[in-house]
């Protein structure tokens, strides 16, 4: 059997104090992974972002007990510099540095032998034959003890922890049941509900792997099971209930369950405490969205201040980043839906189309990239182009409630459209092609 490689980097794309911008997924499947497999090794990620940043059991044994791991230190990730420390702490050698070539890196990790890569101005890793080959060769160099730790270095009476005693076999064994159980949840999310519930009856919440919970967690969100995501909140360890992910995805599945309030107390805490964010002023602004909706269709005189709030907070998210362009194009459709149009709506547009145009650039876009491309051409009045990113969009779709909040949003420009006098058939028939293909 292969030994374990441990990979402590971000996920997604971040940015440094500079602006840099790094597309660190691309980064490890071009050249980490790739890296790890020619040095004859397994690669097993870190996950912490995934879960929302907590450390945990899995991760200090996945720290200690794997023979082999890269940590990148690019836009000096604190939970990546921490971990480092902790695994210079408990293995002297086979730990490996790499890092964006140009961004700063602190004093004290300066003098290690870190391997540098080059980064284009979209964030893309670049000349990744060259690095790959380096690091492969470094790994390999890791086979012959030599400390790389610079507490070993450094202090030499320091004593070494005998990590062969430890049980590596019952390690290799819970490494390979949390593998096992997130590939069977991802083939659950295809078969439904009954299937990812089948899965959490095996399950003990509480001492299982945090990174399974949650991926159980979103596994619910993914076949639109809203009562399962809140009872299972209920059930798990306070450390992940109080992680900003569960609360962010416990706020939408009490919205989509009609508790508008309890949703909006437990979104609104999150921005207290945490900031105001695109992910968690995204969701906020849909609870506003639609109590805005409710209000309308019942005739309530609350329906323009719903309204207002919903624009707002999703404008204050999109300002907390600008380069997500999600609230931003709800801000902007929803500007439509005043009377008459906010006036800010023009001036935005174009702030968002060249948001979604970077995310394109970066040669990764997902659903919802070509889904806000769709609503700023219907917003724009271009049927040609209308349907060119609602091909791309329907070929990307990997869960069903996406198209659904997309034709949601492309009803209300019809609607409110309609009611002016414009002739929308051709909208209405790329909000069927969605709805048809959320499976309503």
Request: charged content about 30%; aromatic content about 8%; some cysteine.
């Amino acid at each position: 059997m292969k030994p374990y490689c441990f990979v402590l980097m971000p996920f997604g794309r971040k940015s440094d104090e500079s602006g840099q911008v790094v597309e660190f997924d691309a980064v490890y499947q071009q050249i980490i992974k790739p890296a790890i497999e020619d040095a004859e090794l397994e690669p097993i990620r870190a996950d912490e972002e995934i879960i929302g940043g907590i450390i945990h059991k899995p991760m200090f044994e996945r720290l200690m007990m794997c023979d082999y791991a890269i940590a990148d230190l690019t836009t000096a990730n604190a939970n990546v510099f921490y971990e480092l420390g902790i695994r210079h702490g408990v293995r002297p050698y086979s730990t490996v540095t790499i890092a964006g070539n140009g961004m700063r890196l602190p004093f004290d990790v300066a003098p290690l032998r870190t391997i540098l890569y080059e980064i284009d101005s979209l964030g893309q890793p670049t000349g990744v034959e060259d690095v790959r080959a380096q690091l492969a060769d470094r790994l390999k160099e890791c086979r012959e003890p030599g400390d790389d730790s610079p507490l070993y270095q450094l202090l030499t009476d320091v004593p070494r922890p005998d990590i062969q005693r430890l049980k590596t076999d019952a390690f290799r064994d819970i490494v390979e049941y949390s593998r096992e159980m997130k590939n069977r949840l991802r083939q659950a999310r295809d078969k439904g509900k009954e299937a990812v519930s089948g899965i959490e009856k095996e399950i003990n919440v509480i001492d299982t792997d945090p990174a399974i919970v949650v991926d159980l967690f979103l596994s619910y969100r993914a076949v639109k099971d809203w009562d399962a995501m809140v009872s299972l909140t209920e059930r798990m360890s306070p450390l992940l209930q109080r992680t900003i992910l569960v609360q962010e995805q416990l706020g939408f599945a009490l919205n989509r369950l009609g508790k508008h309030a309890e949703a909006e107390s437990i979104l609104k805490e999150v921005i207290r405490t945490y900031g105001p964010s695109s992910e968690t002023n995204g969701i906020l602004g849909r609870v506003y969205k639609d109590q805005w909706e409710k209000a309308k269709i019942s005739g309530s005189a609350a329906a323009p201040g719903y309204l207002r709030r919903a624009i707002d907070t999703y404008l204050e998210g999109f300002e907390a980043d600008w380069r997500d362009a999600y609230p931003g194009i709800n801000a902007v459709t929803l500007m439509e839906m005043t009377d008459p149009p906010d006036n800010r709506q023009d001036e935005l547009m174009p702030v968002v189309a060249y948001a979604v145009k970077r995310r394109l650039d970066h040669k990764n876009p997902d659903y919802w990239d070509y889904a806000t491309e769709l609503e700023l051409s219907i917003l724009a009045r271009d049927e040609k182009l209308s349907q060119e990113y609602l091909g791309l969009a329907l070929s990307a779709i990997r869960e069903s409630w996406e198209p659904e909040t997309t034709a949601r949003n492309i009803k209300m420009i019809r609607e409110v459209r309609s009611s002016r006098g414009e002739a929308c058939r051709w909208i209405r028939r790329i909000e069927e092609d969605l709805k048809n293909a959320a499976g309503d």
